[in-house]
């Protein structure tokens, strides 16, 4: 069964430093999209990264990158030069891409990440 | 110019009643769904509707009744509120481009509860 595992409830990071949030995933189909959310205190969804399991580079946004190992099955974000307004709830999510095969998004737990000046 | 708005934001009522939350989208996309977030966060999908056609319905209660008018609207009905029921509710909506690289875009949510 497709399973996504957050392993940090909450993480503090100095402003202007980078922070790596983790989530590893749980799947046994080959094809598969990694996709990262942020969920600020105003409580909306925003999307922000996503990687594909045959993606052969790292995806990147800004200062947003994904640390793709397919073997350890891992796919972390990396948040580049924090900024007060990244404080905020972020989910790690999954979809299996098998042929017909739902669009439903499996989520982490979600990980509290809060800047600090 | 809101690509996926939700109404109402705020749903405050009473056990037993009867509430809908109504979603929109403007993206031209053919697939909407609504999810559920707890009061732990936790975010898990409902349903999911592909050119109007029911695709996904995860073993929600049959108190809980979506439907959609056309491509760009799923509405969410629920029947005899339970207190169990108090959650966000996130409708999403994305677009079939093969691949898999379908990126849901989220509602607002709705916050609703049940007293």
């Known amino acids: 069964a497709q399973k996504i595992t957050q392993t940090q409830p909450g993480m503090f990071v100095q402003e202007k430093e980078a922070v790596t949030l983790d989530c590893t995933y749980d799947?046994?189909?080959?094809?598969?999209?990694l996709f990262w959310y942020k969920q600020p205190s105003s409580g909306e969804m925003i999307f922000l990264i996503y990687?594909?399991?045959?993606?052969?580079q790292n995806a990147t946004e800004g200062r947003y990158s994904l640390n793709f190992q397919k073997a350890r099955k891992s796919a972390n974000l990396v948040i580049s030069a924090s900024q007060l307004g990244d404080s905020a709830m972020y989910f790690c999510?999954?979809?299996?891409?098998?042929?017909?095969?739902?669009?439903?998004?499996?989520f982490g737990t979600g990980t509290l990440l809060a800047v600090q000046p | 110019d809101t690509a996926v708005s939700q109404t109402p934001k705020y749903l405050v009522t009473q056990m037993g009643n009867d509430k809908s939350i109504k979603c929109e989208q403007n993206?031209?996309?053919?697939?909407m769904y609504w999810y559920k977030q707890d009061s732990k966060k936790f975010l898990k999908i409902m349903f999911s509707?592909?050119?109007?056609?029911?695709?996904i319905n995860e073993t929600v209660p049959n108190r809980f009744s979506p439907k959609s008018p056309d491509k760009a609207h799923l509405n969410l009905h629920i029947n005899s509120l339970e207190l169990g029921d108090s959650a966000v509710y996130f409708c999403?909506?994305?677009?079939?481009?093969?691949?898999?690289?379908?990126?849901?875009?989220f509602g607002p949510g709705t916050r609703l509860l049940v007293l």
């Open positions: 990687q594909g399991s045959y993606d052969q």
């Open positions: 509707y592909n050119n109007k056609e029911l695709i």
């Open positions: 799947t046994s189909d080959p094809s598969y999209g």
């Open positions: 993206l031209g996309h053919d697939t």
């Open positions: 999510a999954m979809r299996e891409l098998r042929g017909g095969a739902t669009n439903k998004l499996i």
């Open positions: 999403a909506s994305s677009q079939q481009v093969g691949g898999g690289k379908e990126t849901q875009y």
